[in-house]
């Protein structure tokens, strides 16, 4: 079997949301390793997701809680045989799908993760994950990219927008979310979109135009955009009060850690991606000494 060459990019978000969640989250981990029911099947908006936790560890200095999520993929519909048979894709036991890989660090209110799936959103994932370890469900959880640089909250600089360039391959459209911007959500829907295709789009913006994309659009695009691997290159243009002109680059305003292996398997064994993560989670401490 040929080996393949996966690349890799690790994710950092800040959990944004009250410090009752975190004392909560440990205790609930806790005692599923306690009770041995380190496996669950849960649905969520329609999908069934896999949650296995492994066992709690030390990585730099820090405790750490690993989890792998497997999101349940429906889009296989057949399975084919030399033969010619074809028949549908029965699973008794379990799902399939893609898998997801977490660390989630309480004492740093930080989550680090990836996916060598299909670029649907590492943040929406890692939300529902981080929910099913809440004890008051009126607690709100949210995950936010951790800026390496300042470019990022120089959006609402902006005062007169005039363009927003974008690359992003067509296969992280596949499966958007109700609440993706419509932008995303019409590119989503268009009959042209085929296979793996890279879509490059330089959208000129014109506020005072009905059909325009106002501020708020654009804030959300980028804020939707920024959150997907696929999307490789990410630029707003615009002046702010003065009238002085800024360029903005959003393809390395983030931290993340970058890495590529050689397997001989389609996916990544929990070992290899536990050191993965691991590693990544050493290079951010070390970038934030």
């Not at 003065?242 to 064994?269: E, M, P, Q, V, W």
Request: with cysteine; net charge negative.
């Amino acid at each position: 079997m040929n080996k393949l060459k996966k690349n890799i990019t690790v994710r950092f978000y800040s959990i944004e949301t009250n410090d009752s969640f975190f004392a909560g989250l440990v205790s609930n981990y806790e005692a599923m390793q306690n009770i041995g029911n380190l496996t669950r099947i849960i649905s969520i908006r329609n999908k069934k997701h896999l949650i296995k936790a492994s066992d709690e560890n030390f990585y730099s200095g820090l405790k750490v809680y690993p989890i792998t999520v497997i999101r349940e993929r429906n889009t296989w519909q057949t399975k084919a045989t030399i033969d010619g048979k074809i028949n549908p894709i029965e699973v008794n036991q379990g799902i399939i799908g893609d898998p997801y890989f977490f660390l989630i660090v309480p004492e740093s209110k930080i989550v680090v993760g990836f996916t060598t799936g299909p670029s649907v959103s590492i943040k929406s994932v890692g939300k529902s994950l981080l929910e099913q370890f809440r004890n008051d469900r009126a607690t709100s959880i949210d995950l936010e990219l951790i800026p390496k640089e300042k470019e990022f909250s120089r959006l609402t600089e902006i005062n007169d927008y005039s363009s927003l360039h974008f690359k992003i391959s067509s296969s992280s459209l596949t499966d958007v979310s109700d609440n993706a911007p419509q932008l995303i959500r019409d590119l989503s829907s268009a009959p042209y979109l085929e296979g793996n295709m890279q879509l490059s789009l330089d959208l000129a913006i014109d506020e005072h135009n009905d059909i325009g994309l106002s501020k708020e659009n654009v804030i959300e695009i980028v804020n939707y955009l920024s959150n997907h691997d696929d999307c490789t290159v990410l630029k707003v243009k615009g002046k702010n009060e003065d009238g002085s002109s800024i360029n903005l680059d959003f393809s390395n305003a983030f931290f993340n850690y970058k890495t590529d292996i050689t397997t001989r398997h389609k996916y990544i064994g929990e070992k290899t991606a536990h050191e993965i993560l691991k590693d990544a989670l050493k290079n951010f401490i070390t970038a934030n000494l």
